[in-house]
């Protein structure tokens, strides 16, 4: 991403808030870049707001472009919920500016950085970590994966809806106190299943799932060259083995032949666990995807 854009992306981010334009009487349009905290976005939102998701699959792929079926969409958007991630903010960017080249102009969103606040894990802490791009300067971008930032992303979102609907503020903020008190009972309950679990040898295929760790119970090895992409299969064999892990999660979108390997040539059991609510069949809430991966270790367990 050059610097002109940069700089429009800042721009658009501090001028929203500063001067915004009138917004309609029905119910807000609201673009959110990743499918799980749209979840939360809904239940903060209410009937206030009308959401659609602007990429599906992984948010470290180069070529990741906002999906065509929602493009008209985004240039009427009255807001675009972002994870703060470079990557989404380019794609957007870049998608706006084709849609302008067509002569489709479209309103100045108010982006809503639902990151703010959140905690992060491997963030860099001095330039000894040596050359780390721009992206991941803040740490692992699937900081939603850890469930304690749910909270955290329910109320940057009452914020940024707020602005929108001052005459809705209290109820946005409200639903956002509720959906923190809920995800609290649904941690509780998260930890004590995985107490039995707690020295299970767990390697992770996909991204993200270290954030979940971070509220106790089995630690998740990965092994990355290069951020968004897989070592070899033969390497990740090797790596598994040398680890002894028990079991091996693999994603939908993990291409076949890594599964394949993983059952071949080691001994640990391969589970396909959707990182996402995009891939978890009868998945639409933000709890449900947590969820599913406890039910699926304890399974594995047994």
Known sequence: ????????????????????????????????????????????????????????????????????????????????????????????????????????????????????????????????????????????????????????IARNAAEGLALLRPEKKETFFARADKFAQEMEDHIARWQEALVPLKDLRIFSAQCGWQNFSQIGGPKFAACKSTNGVLPSPPSLVDYVRDLKAEVVIVDPNTPPDYGRAFREGTSARVLEIPSSLDALPGGRTYPDLFDSLVKALSSARR
């Not at 609201?30 to 209410?46: C, L, M, N």
Request: aromatic share 8%; net charge neutral; glycine share 10%.
């Open 1 to 152: 991403m050059n610097g002109k854009s940069l700089g429009w992306i800042l721009m658009t981010a501090l001028a929203a808030g500063a001067a915004l334009p009138a917004r309609s009487a029905g119910r807000l349009e609201v673009a959110v870049t990743v499918k799980d905290v749209e979840a939360i976005v809904k239940q903060v939102g209410g009937e206030e707001v009308e959401t659609f998701t602007l990429f599906k699959g992984c948010i470290l792929r180069k070529d990741m472009q906002v999906e065509p079926a929602v493009r008209q969409r985004l240039l009427k958007a009255d807001a675009v919920v972002w994870t703060g991630f470079f990557n989404e903010s380019a794609a957007i960017h870049e998608s706006v500016r084709l849609l302008d080249r067509k002569g489709e102009e479209g309103r100045r969103p108010l982006w809503i950085d639902v990151s703010r606040g959140a905690a992060r894990i491997n963030v860099p802490v001095s330039s000894c970590e040596g050359y780390v791009e721009v992206s991941f300067m803040q740490g692992d971008p699937f900081f939603w994966l850890d469930p304690r930032n749910g909270a955290v």
